[in-house]
């Protein structure tokens, strides 16, 4: 099997959500006949244009829906957004979503918390000493086993 080449076509830092925090999103949305809708679904991975979610529930019945986004350590944020693609394995869905309206102030949170989170991979890789730093914006979603607790007890 031949392997396609792939461009990257992100704009924003991407952090992996799921190994460290199982987080449930609702999206709200409606029909093609007008009917209020959500549905639930865990957070896989985020940047601040875009997320990549799981869901057992299906895929959205809609283009643009409006997402709530509960964060540790960044509070909830409201999100536009459309579906940009979906995968289906069996009753499992894999669904990409970009956003379309996210605040700046919320745009620049997810933008700094994947900044970090892949600054932490890359001192891991490195092997540098000190991997934890006290600056760090994820540490409220971070299980790495390098993580240094007592940086963040007062935080």
């Not at 007008?34 to 601040?48: F, P, W």
């Not at 693609?85 to 994947?114: H, L």
């Amino acid at each position: 099997m031949k392997k396609k080449n792939f461009s990257e076509k992100r704009k924003h830092p991407r952090m992996p959500v799921i190994s460290n925090l199982i987080e449930p999103v609702n999206l709200h949305y409606k029909t093609e006949d007008g009917k209020e809708t959500s549905l639930v679904a865990i957070l896989a991975d985020l940047s601040a244009s875009g997320m990549r979610m799981i869901s057992f529930l299906g895929a959205p019945l809609a283009d643009r829906f409006s997402i709530s986004l509960q964060l540790p350590g960044a509070g909830k944020m409201e999100v536009g957004a459309k579906l940009a693609w979906v995968k289906q394995r069996e009753n499992v869905y894999t669904i990409g979503i970009e956003f379309i309206k996210v605040a700046e102030k919320d745009a620049k949170i997810i933008s700094e918390m994947a900044d970090d989170f892949n600054d932490c991979d890359t001192r891991i890789l490195l092997k540098l000493p000190d991997v934890c730093v006290p600056e760090c914006k994820c540490n409220k979603i971070c299980n790495k086993i390098q993580k240094d607790e007592s940086l963040f007890e007062d935080k």
